[in-house]
């Protein structure tokens, strides 16, 4: 399984937004579900098969959140809004800063904060970790280091 074969099988499915993360067998069943499903699951078969995989969570002005599964070795993100398009994997650099940019972007939307996060299905909760601030000097930026030299392998 590789990241773009991840993304295409999700072609069909629908946009269903859901206050939970929903358990792995319902998204699938259902074929519906919002971004945390899909990032959520992405990171989790993703790891599995030896990729490096970073959970982002963009929070947008206005608006709402939105989770990206980075993918290092493809130096790029999958999105759940963009599954059903030929490029599905969004190419971006590693830093959370970047990310943000770029999925906000996709949006037409600013940005005000991101986070790394992990998630395990057992537990049902998200653990926020490093997080930039957009109006804070990017040479702040938590990750800034470590996921240069983490890409640069």
């Given at each position: 399984?590789?990241?773009?074969?991840?993304?295409?099988?999700?072609?069909?499915?629908?946009?269903?937004?859901?206050?939970?993360?929903?358990?792995?067998?319902?998204?699938?069943r259902g074929r519906a579900g919002d971004c945390d499903d899909y990032a959520i699951l992405a990171d989790y078969v993703l790891k599995?098969?030896?990729?490096?995989?970073?959970?982002?969570?963009?929070?947008?002005?206005?608006?709402?959140?939105?989770?990206?599964?980075?993918?290092?070795?493809?130096?790029?993100?999958?999105?759940?809004?963009?599954?059903?398009?030929?490029?599905?994997?969004?190419?971006?650099?590693?830093?959370?800063?970047?990310?943000?940019?770029?999925?906000?972007?996709?949006?037409?939307?600013?940005?005000?904060?991101?986070?790394?996060?992990?998630?395990?299905?057992?537990?049902?909760?998200?653990?926020?970790?490093?997080?930039?601030?957009?109006?804070?000097?990017?040479?702040?930026?938590?990750?800034?280091?470590?996921?240069?030299?983490?890409?640069?392998?």
């Open positions: 399984m590789t990241p773009k074969r991840f993304a295409n099988y999700f072609e069909s499915f629908d946009f269903e937004a859901h206050a939970e993360v929903q358990d792995p067998d319902v998204f699938l599995r098969k030896g990729y490096g995989t970073r959970l982002i969570h963009v929070r947008l002005v206005g608006r709402f959140a939105h989770a990206v599964c980075y993918v290092t070795q493809e130096r790029a993100y999958l999105d759940y809004n963009d599954r059903i398009f030929y490029r599905n994997l969004e190419r971006c650099g590693p830093g959370i800063r970047e990310i943000a940019s770029q999925a906000a972007d996709s949006f037409k939307a600013n940005w005000t904060s991101a986070s790394e996060f992990t998630y395990e299905y057992s537990e049902d909760r998200k653990h926020f970790g490093a997080t930039v601030v957009k109006t804070d000097p990017p040479e702040q930026d938590p990750d800034l280091g470590r996921v240069y030299s983490a890409a640069s392998r």
